[in-house]
């Protein structure tokens, strides 16, 4: 990755031989950014899983029968509330305020239990009247792919717990407001997976 | 990677921090509205109806492409130039590689249906992966 032009009178470099500084968390951003991206990948496995196995309803309840469309449009207000709460928590962060970054956070973590609630409420409720992931191949890639989402919401809000206990103890350190930066961008990436979903589930599922 | 000269320029304001994307409250407001009209719109495309499934199809699509665009520069921030570039970079692969995998198994898929499935013909060919 070396950016370096050779020149006549340099000798030829193969591999470097002089120390240099890494700053501690200078490429967190950026390999965190990558982690996103991967998680992005497995998110893609299970949205084709559900494009290829979405009308396989083995006889049993369609989309059309399943989805309550104003609970899910509850569910994505929820967590769009949740992204632009979060987004105060990074300006707070940015004026040097503590007490004003946790407040927002705890905010952020009510929304997002909200939406867990609404969530697990909604696969109780399909579970109940007999449409579990072992009813049919559609009904399993719904919950897989649903129920990851959900999982990645779960590990945020456990995340955004932890980060609140470490704010207090340390308060707004480098490391901190670095940490408030990787969880920004997985909670809006969150978001941005919700969106897929949201449309291509429950909105094209209704239309099917 | 510290020869990498994009880092130096972008590192020059304030050695100690670590260099982040500048967040404004413009940007959170802004990208909240354009979110709640690009989501408001296809729920009550699909509630109501009042165009044909087919067409509401391709827009509340399109409309989830452009909010997934909104969200990208609004909330994460994301700009050709965020850690010299690679950021972008990244993100150009894996979309690249989310299209070829998405497109490919639906392809594959359809036509293993169309081929293999000894089914009465149908005009729904939603028959995937049925045990008959």
């Not at chain 1, 002089?18 to 990558?34: Q, R």
């Not at chain 1, 997985?186 to 239309?207: K, R």
């Not at chain 2, 699509?61 to 972008?88: C, D, N, Y």
Request: net charge negative; proline share 4%; with cysteine.
């Amino acid at each position: 990755m070396s950016a370096k032009t050779m020149t006549a009178d340099e000798p030829v470099q193969f591999y470097d031989l002089d120390e240099h500084a890494h700053p501690e968390g200078h490429s967190t951003m950026l390999g965190f950014w990558i982690y996103l991206m991967s998680d992005c990948l497995i998110f893609a496995i299970l949205f084709a899983c559900y494009a290829v196995l979405g009308g396989s309803y083995a006889a049993g309840p369609a989309p059309k029968d399943l989805f309550d469309l104003k609970l899910i449009a509850l569910n994505t207000a929820m967590l769009l509330f949740s992204s632009i709460t979060y987004g105060f928590a990074v300006l707070q962060m940015q004026q040097g305020k503590v007490r004003g970054v946790q407040l927002w956070l705890a905010i952020t973590g009510l929304f997002g239990l909200a939406f867990l609630g609404i969530e697990l409420y909604e696969f109780h409720h399909l579970i109940e009247i007999g449409a579990g992931p072992q009813r049919s191949a559609f009904l399993s890639s719904f919950f897989t792919l649903v129920g990851t989402h959900g999982l990645h919401v779960t590990f945020g809000i456990i995340w955004l717990v932890t980060l609140m206990f470490q704010l207090s103890k340390h308060g707004l350190i480098a490391a901190n407001k670095r940490r408030v930066m990787c969880l920004s961008m997985f909670w809006h990436f969150l978001d941005v997976v919700w969106i897929g979903v949201f449309t291509f589930v429950y909105l094209m599922g209704v239309l099917r | 990677m510290s020869a990498d000269p994009a880092h130096n320029v972008s590192g020059a304001h304030g050695h100690d921090e670590i260099e982040m994307p500048h967040a404004s409250m413009r940007d959170y407001v802004i990208g909240f509205v354009l979110s709640v009209i690009l989501t408001a719109i296809p729920f009550w495309l699909v509630m109501t109806m009042p165009l044909s499934a087919g067409a509401t199809g391709a827009i509340i699509m399109g409309f989830a492409v452009v909010q997934i665009v909104v969200h990208m520069v609004f909330f994460l921030h994301m700009t050709p130039k965020a850690e010299g570039g690679w950021s972008l970079t990244s993100l150009v692969f894996t979309i690249i590689v989310v299209v070829i995998m998405l497109a490919g198994s639906l392809w594959v898929m359809h036509h293993l249906n169309t081929n293999m499935m000894p089914m009465p013909h149908e005009p729904t060919s939603q028959v995937t992966g049925q045990v008959p």
